[in-house]
């Protein structure tokens, strides 16, 4: 079975960093991509950032292209989202997830399994 464990999550000011960490135990052959989704209430969820596990290939959703890289550790089990410049619109809850389906103007589809998520709160 394939559990995910989210950490790094915080309160920052606009401006600053925050790098979230998901460590992934267990192993899926169907598993293709690892992205990163948040959630705030009342919205729907967003993709922010996707990876390919087969190709490295990243996808970036456009609100946060530029500020956030999505990068794993293979040795580690761990995939991670460094965020940048970071915008009280950034504030909600982030999961990691496992996918089977990767597409390059998506990201990461057909998931799989979720992490409990980690809260970012960014102040102005």
């Known amino acids: 079975q394939v559990q995910l464990a989210e950490s790094g999550g915080g309160s920052v000011q606009a401006g600053g960093s925050l790098r979230l960490s998901c460590v992934v135990s267990?192993?899926?052959?169907?598993?293709?991509?690892m992205g990163w989704f948040r959630q705030t209430p009342g919205k729907e969820r967003e993709g922010v950032a996707s990876?390919?596990?087969?190709?490295?290939?990243?996808y970036y959703a456009d609100s946060v292209k530029g500020r956030f890289t999505i990068s794993r550790d293979n040795a580690k089990n761990t995939v991670y989202l460094q965020m940048n410049s970071l915008k009280p619109e950034d504030t909600a809850m982030y999961y990691c997830?496992?996918?089977?389906?990767?597409?390059?103007?998506?990201?990461?589809?057909?998931?799989?399994?979720w992490g409990q998520g980690t809260r970012v709160t960014v102040s102005s």
């Open positions: 990876i390919s596990t087969n190709t490295d290939t990243t």
């Open positions: 267990g192993y899926s052959a169907s598993t293709n991509c």
């Open positions: 997830a496992t996918g089977q389906s990767y597409y390059i103007t998506s990201g990461c589809a057909s998931l799989q399994y």
